[in-house]
């Protein structure tokens, strides 16, 4: 096991122990305490039931109503026949819950209540008298197992949030760390490419990446969330050919010389956002391109002012992708299947970063199908706040 699978584990196990053991005394409760919990409230209807009847026979003035074989109800309310009419029996009496058979008493459950009853003294006598308690028939078993269960339902489902919290923290630093060294690494093989070469270019490159630590700092120190882009006025042709110097040889040398092809306004386009963000877009746009498509066929740039936006298309003729894959293509960490064929490394998070990016300049990054083959980026950025 690596160091920070450990790590995950130790962190696993301290946050599952207090639900374990929580869970642990929860299931005793239930296997233990509820039944006996149970068992004492039956007892209890019980033995009040028990006093009720010899409350009734020792005072038969107690009866709500009383009955008499072959007659019905002969005091009280006589509604009571229904439930106890004339033609009832002794043995019609006798199987009702609380029945006994010597004492001929006992008790029935009637809309929820408890009406308790005894035959009246002699054994020949007719009599019955009955009379209502206000006994708790309610059975909390349930009630106490539902509860018991939603505690534990409450306790497994913190463990589970404190766990997934926990791999959600692990991923998101994970992301840090790629998402930071993908913004340096293209910074850092252009100012290689450029020392001794163009002093002033590596210069602006090296001014450049010490803005993108900036944003690293404020990325860590502000809760994982990138700074708010510095918006301003900037070229934006100026800082695609910025972007572009980075990949300019590369490019030449697949093409005998030749460049992207690029096409802009005769006018400059200022678009309205960060610039440090806006040339590490196209960085990353470029180097999926150079990366993947150029391979299969030239990349082609167009930029142009549409609807109070500019806009800035990037064909390419490579595989392409497919509309599944598209739709995909701006998530964290996703390689599209003719990425992984062409054994080429990567972390899948370019294009994410890049539409981050974009969206938070109020701009857009959008994929296209390029026909008959290829792709299309499309990025957009306001020409106004």
């Known amino acids: 096991m690596t160091a920070s699978g450990f790590r995950f584990a130790r962190s696993v196990a301290l946050i599952c122990i207090p639900g374990v053991l929580a869970a642990a005394l929860l299931g005793r409760f239930l296997l233990e305490d509820v039944p006996r919990i149970a068992a004492d409230g039956r007892e209890r209807i019980e033995a009040l039931s028990e006093n009720a009847v010899k409350a009734l026979r020792d005072d038969p003035a107690r009866a709500e109503f009383v009955w008499e074989r072959g007659k019905g109800v002969i005091a009280g309310d006589p509604k009571w026949n229904e439930s106890f009419p004339p033609t009832m029996t002794w043995k019609e009496w006798r199987p009702q819950a609380g029945a006994r058979t010597k004492e001929m008493s006992g008790w029935r459950d009637i809309e929820g209540r408890r009406l308790v009853w005894t ?59 790629a998402a930071a060294a993908h913004d340096l690494s293209t910074p850092l093989a252009s100012m290689n490419i450029l020392i001794g070469r163009d002093p002033g270019a590596a210069r602006k490159i090296n001014e450049r990446m010490i803005r993108i630590v900036d944003n690293i700092k404020d990325f860590i120190s502000g809760g994982e969330r990138r700074r708010k882009p510095s918006m301003q006025r900037f070229d934006l042709a100026e800082a695609y050919r910025e972007a572009y110097e980075a990949f300019r040889d590369d490019y030449r040398d697949l093409f005998g010389g030749e460049d992207v092809a690029f096409t802009a306004p005769d006018a400059p386009v200022e678009a ?24 299969y066929g030239k990349v082609r740039v167009d930029l142009s002012v549409s609807g109070g936006n500019a806009v800035m298309r990037f064909t390419d003729f490579g595989k392409g992708m497919s509309r599944r894959e598209m739709k995909k293509a701006f998530d964290r960490y996703y390689r599209a299947r003719t990425v992984l064929q062409s054994g080429k490394g990567g972390f899948g998070i370019g294009l994410a970063t890049a539409r981050e990016f974009a969206v938070a300049m109020g701009g857009s990054l959008t994929l296209e199908p390029n026909t008959p083959k290829g792709l299309v980026y499309v990025l957009t950025l306001p020409l106004s706040p």
Do not use: C
């Open 119 to 177: 035959r009246g003294p002699g054994a020949k006598n007719a009599y019955v008298y009955a009379a209502w308690t206000d006994i708790d028939l309610h059975d909390r078993t349930f009630a106490i197992v539902a509860l018991t269960l939603a505690l534990f339902a409450a306790v497994a489902g913190l463990t589970i949030a404190g766990v997934a919290g926990l791999r959600r923290n692990m991923k998101a630093m994970d992301d840090f760390l």
């Open 272 to 295: 309205f956002g960060d610039p440090t963000l806006a040339v590490q877009i196209i960085w990353n746009i470029l180097g999926n391109d150079l990366k993947y498509a150029a391979p």
